[in-house]
């Protein structure tokens, strides 16, 4: 099983980045998905979660109408669009996904948001 996170950077408040996860090593069209982010010694924040399908999503308050997941079954890649970005986003994003019982993420991407 393979994660690997790209699209993060610097950006100013208020700008967009669009993250990329490339997953490889498992059916991932069966799977469902999630974004994490953490920031240095803080727990990892939940942030949205796909379904296999793509039909479904759901977003933490903290990004809800900011953030949109969404994932291309054909490529085994899901994606977040970030939008208004604040400072407060900075942190390291990552994709992970539950496999018959056990977490698998990605080593993650920095968003840094400052002007």
């Known amino acids: 099983v393979q994660l690997v996170e790209s699209g993060g950077g610097l950006v100013q408040p208020g700008g967009s980045l669009r993250l990329s996860c490339a997953a490889s090593g498992f059916p991932f069209g069966s799977h469902d998905m999630r974004w994490v982010r953490q920031t240095p010694g803080q727990g990892p924040e939940w942030l949205s979660t796909i379904d296999s399908t793509g039909n479904r999503k759901y977003y933490s308050s903290s990004v809800k109408g900011r953030f949109a997941s969404s994932r291309d079954n054909a490529k085994n890649t899901l994606y977040l669009q970030m939008e208004s970005l604040k400072p407060e986003d900075t942190a390291v994003y990552y994709c992970?996904?539950?496999?018959?019982?056990?977490?698998?993420r990605g080593q993650g991407t920095q968003v840094t948001v400052s002007s």
């Open positions: 992970e996904t539950d496999i018959v019982g056990r977490k698998y």
